[in-house]
């Protein structure tokens, strides 16, 4: 069923690629070249879903949407194996993604006035390690609620425990407690996130 599922999914991309390319130009000395490129985009789209058949991460996506599935597609190639900080070990995430980080406190001028008590209830408490994600990494990038999430440079790993207005794509937000300072101090800064 999940086989025949992905497999409709792929041909349909395919046709609609090589329609949209043809029905542009279809009589116009351009229309060659359009079937070339459609070809192309084929097999970049038969070879991307080659290599997650191979790793077997293209099962996770099985109940997604097509348009949701074509951007997994996009944001998962290979394992990435990330340094742990203060560790000899190696681990190895299957995603990966550059965002801008920024952090918060549990102060009702930074939130709202429930500051200790995060989007989906959760109750933050100074010293935990959490993050607020906006919604795109959500939506987009399959990061979940209560997912561990590594920040290159920092420490430990993170959970996902509170979503960011959506205003904001491609970002997350560290929670610092109460201690502004540090807050202030982290400002603003492109990190890599890693996740399974």
Do not use: C
């Amino acid at each position: 069923m999940f086989n025949k599922t992905v497999n409709a999914f792929v041909s349909t991309l395919v046709l609609v690629i090589a329609t949209s390319s043809v029905t542009a130009a279809p009589h116009s000395r351009n229309a060659t070249k359009s079937i070339e490129k459609s070809k192309t985009q084929v097999s970049q789209i038969e070879e991307i879903y080659a290599a997650l058949v191979k790793e077997k991460t293209v099962q996770k996506f099985s109940d997604r949407k097509p348009a949701l599935l074509k951007a997994s597609f996009t944001s998962i190639k290979s394992k990435r194996v990330l340094k742990v900080k203060g560790s000899n070990r190696n681990k190895a995430y299957a995603r990966s993604l550059r965002v801008t980080a920024t952090a918060y406190t549990s102060h009702a001028n930074q939130t709202d006035s429930t500051p200790n008590i995060a989007a989906w209830g959760d109750r933050l408490k100074p010293g935990m390690k959490s993050i607020a994600v906006s919604r795109d990494l959500l939506k987009v990038y399959g990061l979940k609620h209560g997912q561990k999430v590594r920040i290159k440079g920092l420490k430990g790993e993170y959970r996902v425990l509170d979503k960011m207005n959506k205003r904001w794509k491609k970002k997350i937000d560290i929670y610092m407690g109460m201690d502004k300072r540090r807050a202030f101090r982290w400002g603003r800064r492109k990190v890599h996130i890693y996740w399974n």
